[in-house]
Nanobody, 114 residues
Framework: QVQLVESGGGLVQAGGSLRLSCVVS????????MGWYRQAPGKQRELVAAITSSSINYADSVKGRFTISTDNAKNTVNLQMSSLKPEDTAVYYCSVAYLFRAYWGQGTQVTVSS
Protein backbone atom coordinates (compact mmCIF):
# COMPACT_ATOMS: atom_id res chain seq x y z
CA GLN A 1 0.00 0.00 0.00
CA VAL A 2 1.30 3.43 -0.95
CA GLN A 3 0.68 6.31 1.43
CA LEU A 4 0.75 10.00 0.57
CA VAL A 5 0.83 12.71 3.20
CA GLU A 6 0.22 16.32 2.18
CA SER A 7 1.17 19.40 4.15
CA GLY A 8 1.51 23.13 3.70
CA GLY A 9 -2.08 24.25 3.34
CA GLY A 10 -3.54 27.14 5.27
CA LEU A 11 -5.13 30.56 5.14
CA VAL A 12 -3.48 33.26 3.05
CA GLN A 13 -4.49 36.64 1.67
CA ALA A 14 -5.01 37.18 -2.02
CA GLY A 15 -1.69 37.76 -3.72
CA GLY A 16 0.15 35.61 -1.22
CA SER A 17 2.03 32.34 -1.62
CA LEU A 18 1.92 28.83 -0.22
CA ARG A 19 4.02 25.72 -0.79
CA LEU A 20 2.35 22.33 -0.64
CA SER A 21 4.36 19.17 -0.11
CA CYS A 22 3.41 15.53 -0.54
CA VAL A 23 5.59 12.80 0.93
CA VAL A 24 5.16 9.41 -0.76
CA SER A 25 5.93 6.13 1.01
CA UNK A 26 7.29 4.51 -2.19
CA UNK A 27 10.04 5.72 -4.48
CA UNK A 28 8.60 8.22 -6.95
CA UNK A 29 11.26 7.30 -9.49
CA UNK A 30 9.12 4.31 -10.46
CA UNK A 31 5.91 6.29 -10.79
CA UNK A 32 4.21 7.09 -14.08
CA UNK A 33 2.56 10.36 -13.18
CA MET A 34 2.48 12.65 -10.17
CA GLY A 35 0.05 15.47 -9.76
CA TRP A 36 -1.91 17.89 -7.68
CA TYR A 37 -5.68 18.16 -7.89
CA ARG A 38 -8.14 20.39 -6.11
CA GLN A 39 -11.80 20.33 -5.22
CA ALA A 40 -13.78 23.40 -4.25
CA PRO A 41 -17.13 23.14 -2.46
CA GLY A 42 -19.87 22.08 -4.86
CA LYS A 43 -17.43 21.49 -7.70
CA GLN A 44 -15.76 18.48 -9.26
CA ARG A 45 -12.17 17.61 -8.53
CA GLU A 46 -9.90 19.13 -11.16
CA LEU A 47 -6.31 18.69 -12.21
CA VAL A 48 -4.04 21.55 -11.17
CA ALA A 49 -0.64 20.29 -12.30
CA ALA A 50 0.89 17.00 -13.39
CA ILE A 51 4.46 15.86 -13.96
CA THR A 52 5.93 12.83 -15.69
CA SER A 53 9.48 11.95 -16.69
CA SER A 54 9.03 13.90 -19.91
CA SER A 55 6.40 16.57 -19.40
CA ILE A 56 4.73 19.03 -17.08
CA ASN A 57 1.19 20.24 -17.52
CA TYR A 58 -0.81 22.93 -15.76
CA ALA A 59 -4.44 23.92 -15.73
CA ASP A 60 -4.92 27.15 -17.65
CA SER A 61 -6.17 28.85 -14.51
CA VAL A 62 -2.83 28.38 -12.70
CA LYS A 63 -0.29 28.74 -15.50
CA GLY A 64 2.39 31.23 -14.61
CA ARG A 65 1.42 31.18 -10.93
CA PHE A 66 1.93 27.57 -9.79
CA THR A 67 4.99 25.36 -10.17
CA ILE A 68 5.10 21.60 -9.62
CA SER A 69 8.38 19.94 -8.73
CA THR A 70 9.75 16.74 -7.28
CA ASP A 71 12.52 15.80 -4.90
CA ASN A 72 13.43 12.22 -5.78
CA ALA A 73 15.74 11.80 -2.81
CA LYS A 74 12.91 12.65 -0.42
CA ASN A 75 10.09 11.05 -2.45
CA THR A 76 8.29 14.36 -2.38
CA VAL A 77 6.06 16.18 -4.83
CA ASN A 78 5.75 19.91 -4.28
CA LEU A 79 3.42 22.62 -5.50
CA GLN A 80 4.60 26.20 -5.19
CA MET A 81 1.62 28.54 -5.42
CA SER A 82 2.06 32.27 -5.94
CA SER A 83 -0.25 35.20 -6.67
CA LEU A 84 -3.05 33.27 -5.04
CA LYS A 85 -6.64 34.25 -5.77
CA PRO A 86 -9.84 33.61 -3.80
CA GLU A 87 -10.90 31.21 -6.55
CA ASP A 88 -7.91 29.02 -5.68
CA THR A 89 -9.66 28.13 -2.44
CA ALA A 90 -10.13 24.36 -2.32
CA VAL A 91 -8.94 21.13 -0.80
CA TYR A 92 -5.77 20.15 -2.61
CA TYR A 93 -4.94 16.50 -3.16
CA CYS A 94 -1.71 14.85 -4.18
CA SER A 95 -1.85 11.81 -6.47
CA VAL A 96 0.81 9.41 -7.66
CA ALA A 97 0.27 6.65 -10.21
CA TYR A 98 2.23 3.43 -10.48
CA LEU A 99 1.45 1.36 -13.57
CA PHE A 100 -2.35 1.62 -13.78
CA ARG A 101 -3.19 2.41 -10.17
CA ALA A 102 -3.43 5.85 -8.64
CA TYR A 103 -2.97 6.64 -4.99
CA TRP A 104 -4.29 9.71 -3.22
CA GLY A 105 -3.47 11.72 -0.16
CA GLN A 106 -6.02 12.88 2.39
CA GLY A 107 -6.02 16.46 1.13
CA THR A 108 -4.96 19.78 2.57
CA GLN A 109 -7.17 22.88 2.77
CA VAL A 110 -6.09 26.07 1.04
CA THR A 111 -8.15 29.17 1.76
CA VAL A 112 -7.44 32.47 0.04
CA SER A 113 -9.13 35.52 1.51
CA SER A 114 -9.91 38.61 -0.54
Amino acid sequence: QVQLVESGGGLVQAGGSLRLSCVVSRSILSSNTMGWYRQAPGKQRELVAAITSSSINYADSVKGRFTISTDNAKNTVNLQMSSLKPEDTAVYYCSVAYLFRAYWGQGTQVTVSS
